[in-house]
């Protein structure tokens, strides 16, 4: 389960990378559909990580991290550049995900007793 999913994961990484591409490159109609399958494939990871609470907000951090990136561009492509507060919110979002992740289901300051998986490595 965990290889399909990070092949996914990989997977989605090149479908972000294409949807910034299209931004940098000023193609406005591709940059905005490839909006739809980037944040979809997020929600959809996200979604196959909600059992594991430190997966889930992670994914959910980077579907906010996607949709706030999408918002900025979007407000470049259409509207003069002034969608950034907009796009504010979504980043502010995500970083509230990883902030209550680190802050307090685990707090990073409490090293964890735990064995760690590979103790080789």
Known sequence: MIAKLRARENFHIVLWL???LCWVSDFKLMGTI?????????????WQCRRERDELLHSLAVVF?????????????????????????????????????YLV???????????TENPKA
């Open 65 to 101: 991290w996607i949709m706030a990136n999408s918002t900025w561009m979007i407000g470049e492509f259409f509207f003069d550049d002034h969608s950034r507060g907009y796009a504010l919110v979504f980043f502010f979002l995500g970083l509230g995900c990883v902030a209550w992740y």
């Open 105 to 115: 289901v685990r707090p990073f300051w409490v090293v964890d007793a735990r064995p």
């Open 18 to 20: 294409f949807k910034d």
């Open 34 to 46: 490839m909006i739809v399958p980037t944040l979809a494939v997020a929600a959809w990871l996200a």
